[in-house]
T-cell receptor, first 114, second 114 residues
């Protein structure tokens, strides 16, 4: 079965600090990878996605992620966080083809201190 | 285009009762997935429906069931509620693309079992 690991459960950063959230997936075949964000009191929103092609993916609000196949990783990065980035971040994977379920990591809560 | 809508938004039930939750996907999206979100377990996949057929199922007991109608609206039902069923139930509407699928989430139904 697929699994997704997010190593950091709770991250606290000061504004303007750089962010990197780790994500590792277990499936060895072709996968689609996603990062979602859940702001307090709001529903899950798609930040960015990787299907194929350029392994460096840019998403909304200045976020980017790099797919490294050899490391089974899809880490999320942002050069300078803002207080408004305080949220919970979820990494997810889905093996491509057919009707494959999406597997989510347990999430990382990011708290940005002004 | 309207987003994914879920009703009701909040629900309080007692143990042993049953509950039905509803989800209307984004217009044109024919696939609907359901997830259970809890603080300890994160997002757990329940099932996915496409064209009124269940295409995938997660590891939940038979008390959890669902269906999809011809207009793509979906319902999930939980019978004989247990305290542990208290959670946020999320519905996701899937846009199927040539390169991969993207899920769009609704606001969820917060179920509290007392």
């Amino acid at each position: 079965a697929q699994s997704v690991s997010q190593h950091n459960h709770h991250v606290i950063l000061s504004e303007a600090a750089s962010l990197e959230l780790g994500c590792n997936y277990s499936y060895g075949g072709t996968v689609n990878l996603f990062w979602y964000v859940q702001y307090p009191g709001q529903h899950l929103q798609l930040l960015l996605k990787y299907f194929s092609g350029d392994p460096l993916v840019k998403g909304i609000k200045g976020f980017e992620a790099e797919f490294i196949k050899s490391k089974f990783s899809f880490n999320l990065r942002k050069p300078s966080v803002q207080w408004s980035d305080t949220a919970e971040y979820f990494c997810a994977s889905r093996s491509s083809g057919g009707y494959q379920k999406v597997t989510f990591g347990t999430g990382t809560k990011l708290q940005v201190i002004p | 285009k309207a987003g994914v809508t879920q009703t009701p938004r909040y629900l309080i039930k007692t143990r042993g009762q049953q509950v039905t939750l509803s989800c209307s996907p984004i217009s044109g999206h024919r696939s609907v997935s359901w997830y259970q979100q809890t603080p300890g377990q994160g997002l757990q996949f329940l099932f996915e429906y496409f064209s009124e057929t269940q295409r995938n199922k997660g590891n939940f007991p038979g008390r959890f069931s669902g269906r999809q109608f011809s207009n793509s609206r979906s319902e999930m039902n939980v019978s004989t509620l247990e305290l542990g069923d208290s959670a946020l139930y999320l519905c996701a509407s899937t846009l199927r693309g040539d390169r991969g699928d993207e899920q769009y989430f609704g606001p969820g139904t917060r179920l509290t079992v007392t």
